[in-house]
């Protein structure tokens, strides 16, 4: 269902975990924000210029997972299952305080950052959430990956393929409705590796923390991990649950039909820095008493918006 007012967490909440790729411990605390205050992350481990927004013009890289930076070169990565979170609880406003330059990695997927959420419930907030539909079809490829998005009334649908040319992941393909299934089975959905590659992911220096605690590793006919898949299309939903999360640092929750093949993080970010750019393409709306409002019909007020 979709919210007419923006939200925040009720209270603060505190978790931490084994950080995916560096290894190292971290100690996260969610905090509430006000309205129009989008999601912030804030480095306690450092005295200043440790503020770094959730957006899409500040990722600096996209191997292996979402990295962000601000202006003064302080880094937050792994972001994307944490956003995921955000995006399916509805959370549009939030301080996440984080002690180390990683997001814990938790189980490999959204679920245990839901139940923290949940834990501490949702608070509406006085301001209306505005959405960016979608109005004209959008694609982008690149090398063998293409994703486009086209106008789908008010829902926020995901199509997605993935190709691997592996016996157990092979051909994987599945639609989610955001708006309206069921998303549990995407939210507890793992990363996942083949182990083939986790030599090559540790010799830059990624991947220290990994374990099959964390991770579906694949090998060339089975799965290394006791207790298998938590469902048939784990390696494609946990795709989607990563789009869902870098598509968030649009700053917006975006309305339209996304079909997506082997893509990843960096494909999600050049697609929104492209769509962010077609601004006759999309519109903002607000939600008022189950009635659309378009309340930015004009350039100027879609540029001020963006830049927001």
């Known amino acids: 269902m979709l919210k007419t007012y923006q939200q925040t967490i ?18 996260v605390k969610l905090l509430p924000a006000e309205e129009n205050n989008g999601i912030i992350f804030k480095r306690v481990d450092l005295r200043e210029k440790n503020i770094i927004k959730a957006d899409y013009n500040n990722i600096s890289s996209t191997v292996l997972c979402s990295t962000l930076k601000n202006f003064s070169g302080t880094k937050v990565s792994t972001i994307e299952h944490l956003l995921a979170a955000f995006y ?16 814990p990695i938790m189980d490999g997927s959204s679920k245990e950052f839901i139940h923290i959420l949940e834990s501490v419930g949702t608070k509406k907030q006085k301001k209306k ?7 004209d079809k959008i694609d982008l490829k690149h090398e063998n990956k293409f994703i486009s998005i086209e106008p789908s009334e008010m829902n926020f649908e995901v199509q997605f393929q993935l190709n691997y040319d592996n016996p157990v992941i092979k051909d994987q393909k599945n639609c989610v409705n955001f708006s309206y299934d069921n998303l549990k089975e995407v939210y507890s959905s793992r990363t996942f590796c083949l182990l083939k590659d986790i030599e090559k992911i540790k010799k830059i220096g990624l991947a220290k923390g990994g374990s099959l605690k964390n991770a579906i590793v694949v090998g060339e006919d089975k799965i290394l991990n006791e207790e298998g898949l938590r469902n048939e299309n784990e390696f494609v939903n946990h795709k989607i649950l990563d789009l869902a999360g870098d598509f968030l640092l649009s700053g917006y929750r975006i309305l339209g039909k996304v ?18 750019k077609l601004k006759s393409s999309f519109a903002f709306i607000e939600i008022e008493d189950n ?3 378009n309340n930015s019909k004009s350039q100027e007020s879609i540029k001020i918006a963006v830049n927001a």
């Open 291 to 293: 009635k659309l409002t």
């Open 259 to 276: 079909n997506c093949y082997q893509g990843g993080h960096s494909l999600s970010n050049m697609f929104l820095k492209k769509l962010l």
């Open 88 to 103: 399916i609880v509805g959370i549009d406003n939030i301080t996440v305080e984080i002690d180390n330059e990683e997001i």
């Open 129 to 135: 959430r505005k959405y960016l539909k979608i109005l």
């Open 10 to 27: 009720n209270s603060e909440v505190k978790f931490k975990g084994i950080s995916l790729h560096s290894g190292k411990i971290s100690n």
